[in-house]
């Protein structure tokens, strides 16, 4: 069973930087596609960013490109989110996703049914 643990939210300034953490345990992040997810109040689940298994892709939401990067260190099985220049309409729950299909190269990275593991989110607010 894997298990995906979020840290790092909190609050921070707009135009300031915050750097989430998903630690992954029941399982190897090199050989899956790992993604974040945000969820503001009253809207649906926004994709954020994913890596693919490999590491050589990363995709980017429209919203956030320029802004966050998606690196991730193997030897911790640990995957991150930095984000940079955060906005106030930044401010959501951010979750960590993994899709454990072993080097599956699918590129539907955005969609949320792909990831059947789901941490339990992180809240990230941005002051104006």
């Known amino acids: 069973q894997v298990q995906l643990v979020e840290s790092g939210g909190g609050l921070v300034q707009a135009g300031g930087s915050l750097r989430l953490s998903c630690a992954a345990s029941?399982?190897?992040?090199?050989?899956?596609?790992m993604g974040w997810f945000r969820q503001a109040p009253g809207k649906e689940r926004e994709f954020v960013a994913a890596i693919s298994w490999s590491g050589t892709i990363t995709v980017y939401g429209d919203s956030v490109k320029g802004r966050f990067t998606i690196p991730r260190d193997v030897t911790k099985n640990t995957v991150y989110l930095q984000m940079d220049s955060l906005k106030h309409e930044d401010t959501a729950v951010y979750y960590c996703a993994g899709d454990t299909r072993p080097f599956y190269t699918g590129s539907d990275y955005s969609r949320l049914g792909r990831y059947e593991y789901w941490g339990q989110g992180t809240q990230v607010t941005v002051s104006s």
């Open positions: 029941g399982g190897t992040v090199s050989r899956f596609t």
